[in-house]
C-alpha cells in the first residue's frame, strides 16, 4: 500500500517509509491511497475467526508488500496476546475493556505493533531510529513498554509536567535502557508542539533518523481499528445497531474506527465523547473547527486542544461536513459530570471505570436518548487504577492493583526537565 500526505505537497510513499518518517516532510499525515473493503463472507464467518487472524485479514492491504505475510502473522498474534472482553452493563450498554495488556491502556496494541514493524525493517539497517513521542499520559507508557530493548531504536518520550498521573509517570520514566523521558514544563499540546518542530528541523533530521510513536504514524493508528471487530464478534448475534463512543483526545481512536467501517464492518454511529476539550464538538453544531489550548481535567489522556487526527476523519468523508454528521455525533462533559458517572456505574451495575471510560459512557447515555433501540458500546480506554485517585475517592472502596501496575510502583524515576524546543534539540545532538 502507498501513502499519500493529506497536505499534498509530498511525493506518495511506501508503508515501510510511512512508519520510518512518520510525517510526510511537508508536515501532513499519511493516508492509505485505497481502502478496499473486505468481503461480507469474513463478516458472516468472523464467529470461527480468532482474533489474530481477523486482525491479520484486517490490516494486510495496509502492510503488504513490505512485510512478508508469515512476518505479519507472527506480528499481530504478538501484538495481541491477551483479552479484549466486551462487559455488557445493560440492555442498551456494554463496554469494550481495552486495558488488559502491559501498560493497562488501549495504546498498547499500537505501540507493540508499530514496534515490532520498526524491528523488522530495522534488522538490517545500521542506523540507528530516534522515535520521539508526546504523551498526555498513556501513549509514553505504551511505547516505553512496546519499544523496550529493540534493537537499533532510542525511544524519547516527552511529557507535561505534573499533568500526568503517578502511574502513568512510573511507566515511562522507570524503564531505562533504550528509553529516555523528558518532562516538559508545559502542557501535552506544547509536548506535541515541540516533537512537530523537530521533524522538520533539517539540522536534526540531517543528523538522525526520528520517527513519531504517536497515532500520527499510520503503524500506531492502523491497527486500532482490530478493537471495533473484536467488540462486533462478540456481540453481533444479540444487537443489529451497534453504535461505538469513543472517548476522544487525539481522535486516532476512533477515526481508526471509521476505518474499520470503511472496510465494511456494520457499525451504525459513532460517539465522540470529549471532557471540557471539545473542539469536535463545537464543530459539528458550529461547522466552525476552532483549535484552542488544552484544559486540564481529570481524563488527562484526552487534555488535547488541537487534535492530530481530525484530518484524517475530514479526509474519510472527502470534507463533506453533512456526511461526517450523519455517521459522528460528539458530547463534551465536566469533570463533575464524569464522576458522576463513575460512581453511577458503581452503584447501578458494581462496575468500576476510570474517567475515560465514564467519559464514554455518559456518551452512550445521550446518544440512546436519541436512539434508545441502538447498542451502545463504550471503550474502556484504561484501567482505573492508573487513576488511582480519583477512582478511589469517587467510589470510597480502596482498588487492588493489578500486577501490571504493581510491577512498576516504587521503581526510581529518571527523567529530564526541559522548558524549551532548544532543549529538547540540545538533548537529541548530545546523545
Ligand atoms: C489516548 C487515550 C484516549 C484518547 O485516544 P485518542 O486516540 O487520542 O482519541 C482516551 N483514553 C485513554 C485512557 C487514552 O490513553
Same mark, same amino acid.
Given at each position: 500500500?502507498?501513502?499519500y500526505s493529506?497536505?499534498?505537497?509530498?511525493?506518495?510513499?511506501?508503508?515501510?517509509?510511512?512508519?520510518?518518517?512518520?510525517?510526510?516532510?511537508?508536515?501532513?499525515?499519511?493516508?492509505p491511497?485505497?481502502?478496499?473493503?473486505?468481503?461480507?463472507?469474513?463478516?458472516?464467518?468472523?464467529?470461527?475467526l480468532?482474533?489474530?487472524?481477523?486482525?491479520?485479514?484486517?490490516?494486510?492491504?495496509?502492510?503488504?508488500?513490505?512485510?512478508?505475510?508469515?512476518?505479519?502473522?507472527?506480528i499481530?498474534?504478538?501484538?495481541?496476546?491477551?483479552?479484549?472482553?466486551?462487559?455488557?452493563?445493560?440492555?442498551?450498554?456494554?463496554?469494550?475493556?481495552? /486495558?488488559?495488556? +502491559?501498560?493497562?491502556? %488501549?495504546?498498547?496494541v499500537? =505501540?507493540?505493533? &508499530? #514496534?515490532?514493524? !520498526? *524491528?523488522?525493517?530495522?534488522?538490517n539497517?545500521?542506523?540507528?531510529?530516534?522515535?520521539?513521542?508526546?504523551?498526555?499520559?498513556?501513549?509514553g507508557?505504551?511505547?516505553?513498554?512496546?519499544?523496550?530493548?529493540?534493537?537499533?531504536?532510542?525511544?524519547?518520550?516527552?511529557?507535561p509536567?505534573?499533568?500526568?498521573?503517578?502511574?502513568?509517570?512510573?511507566?515511562?520514566?522507570?524503564?531505562?535502557?533504550?528509553?529516555?523521558?523528558?518532562?516538559?514544563h508545559?502542557?501535552?499540546?506544547d509536548c506535541?508542539?515541540?516533537?512537530?518542530?523537530?521533524?522538520?528541523?533539517?539540522?536534526l533530521?540531517?543528523?538522525?533518523?526520528?520517527?513519531?510513536a504517536?497515532?500520527?504514524?499510520?503503524?500506531?493508528w492502523?491497527p486500532q481499528?482490530?478493537?471495533?471487530?473484536?467488540?462486533?464478534?462478540?456481540?453481533?448475534?444479540q444487537?443489529?445497531?451497534?453504535? /461505538?463512543?469513543? +472517548?476522544?483526545?487525539? %481522535?486516532?481512536?476512533?477515526? =481508526?474506527?471509521? &476505518? #474499520?467501517?470503511? !472496510? *465494511?464492518?456494520?457499525?451504525?454511529?459513532?460517539?465522540?465523547?470529549?471532557?471540557?476539550?471539545?473542539?469536535?464538538?463545537?464543530?459539528l453544531?458550529?461547522?466552525?473547527?476552532?483549535?484552542?489550548?488544552?484544559?486540564?481535567?481529570?481524563?488527562?489522556?484526552?487534555?488535547v486542544?488541537?487534535?492530530?487526527?481530525?484530518?484524517r476523519?475530514q479526509?474519510?468523508?472527502?470534507?463533506?461536513?453533512?456526511?461526517l454528521?450523519?455517521?459522528?455525533t460528539?458530547?463534551?462533559?465536566?469533570?463533575?459530570?464524569?464522576?458522576?458517572?463513575?460512581?453511577?456505574?458503581?452503584?447501578?451495575y458494581?462496575?468500576?471505570?476510570?474517567?475515560?471510560?465514564?467519559?464514554?459512557?455518559?456518551?452512550c447515555k445521550?446518544?440512546?436518548?436519541?436512539?434508545?433501540?441502538?447498542h451502545?458500546v463504550?471503550l474502556?480506554?484504561?484501567?482505573p487504577t492508573?487513576f488511582?485517585?480519583?477512582?478511589?475517592?469517587?467510589?470510597?472502596?480502596?482498588?487492588?492493583?493489578?500486577?501490571?501496575?504493581?510491577?512498576v510502583?516504587?521503581?526510581?524515576?529518571?527523567s529530564?526537565?526541559?522548558?524549551?524546543?532548544?532543549?529538547?534539540?540540545?538533548?537529541?545532538?548530545?546523545?
Open positions: 500500500m502507498n501513502y493529506l497536505n499534498h505537497k509530498a511525493p506518495n510513499t511506501t508503508f515501510k517509509n510511512a512508519v520510518i518518517k512518520g510525517i510526510a516532510p511537508d508536515k501532513g499525515l499519511y493516508f491511497e485505497t481502502i478496499t473493503a473486505l468481503p461480507k463472507s469474513f463478516f458472516d464467518s468472523i464467529d470461527n480468532s482474533h489474530s487472524e481477523i486482525a491479520f485479514e484486517a490490516i494486510k492491504q495496509f502492510v503488504s508488500p513490505e512485510i512478508p505475510e508469515e512476518i505479519l502473522k507472527t499481530v498474534e504478538e501484538t495481541l496476546s491477551f483479552d479484549f472482553p466486551v462487559v455488557k452493563l445493560n440492555k442498551n450498554i456494554s463496554t469494550l475493556e481495552l /486495558f488488559h495488556g +502491559p501498560t493497562m491502556a %488501549f495504546k498498547d499500537g =505501540a507493540r505493533f &508499530m #514496534a515490532r514493524c !520498526l *524491528g523488522y525493517f530495522n534488522q539497517n545500521d542506523r540507528e531510529v530516534t522515535v520521539l513521542v508526546a504523551t498526555s499520559g498513556d501513549t507508557g505504551a511505547v516505553a513498554n512496546g519499544f523496550l530493548g529493540v534493537k537499533g531504536v532510542n525511544v524519547v518520550i516527552l511529557y509536567s505534573g499533568k500526568v498521573s503517578d502511574i502513568q509517570e512510573m511507566q515511562l520514566t522507570t524503564l531505562g535502557q533504550n528509553i529516555k523521558a523528558l518532562e516538559v508545559g502542557t501535552f499540546d506535541q508542539d515541540m516533537v512537530k518542530t523537530a521533524f522538520l528541523d533539517e539540522a533530521t540531517s543528523q538522525m533518523q526520528l520517527t513519531s504517536n497515532s500520527i504514524n499510520v503503524a500506531r492502523l481499528l482490530f478493537y471495533f471487530m473484536f467488540a462486533y464478534k462478540q456481540l453481533h448475534k444487537h443489529k445497531d451497534i453504535v /461505538f463512543s469513543v +472517548p476522544s483526545g487525539n %481522535f486516532g481512536n476512533i477515526c =481508526a474506527g471509521m &476505518m #474499520a467501517q470503511q !472496510l *465494511g464492518l456494520p457499525i451504525k454511529h459513532f460517539v465522540a465523547s470529549n471532557n471540557a476539550n471539545n473542539v469536535v464538538t463545537r464543530y453544531i458550529s461547522q466552525l473547527y476552532e483549535p484552542k489550548p488544552s484544559i486540564q481535567t481529570i481524563s488527562n489522556a484526552m487534555d486542544g488541537a487534535p492530530s487526527n481530525f484530518i476523519i479526509e474519510i468523508y472527502k470534507n463533506n461536513f453533512d456526511a454528521k450523519s455517521n459522528l460528539s458530547y463534551s462533559y465536566s469533570d463533575k459530570e464524569t464522576k458522576e458517572a463513575m460512581l453511577e456505574m458503581y452503584k447501578n458494581n462496575y468500576v471505570a476510570d474517567p475515560h471510560g465514564a467519559v464514554g459512557y455518559l456518551g445521550d446518544y440512546l436518548k436519541e436512539k434508545p433501540n441502538a451502545c463504550f474502556e480506554t484504561a484501567h492508573k488511582l485517585d480519583v477512582v478511589e475517592e469517587v467510589v470510597q472502596v480502596k482498588q487492588a492493583l493489578p500486577s501490571q501496575i504493581q510491577s510502583m516504587g521503581k526510581e524515576k529518571e529530564t526537565i526541559i522548558s524549551t524546543y532548544d532543549d529538547l534539540k540540545a538533548f537529541l545532538l548530545k546523545k
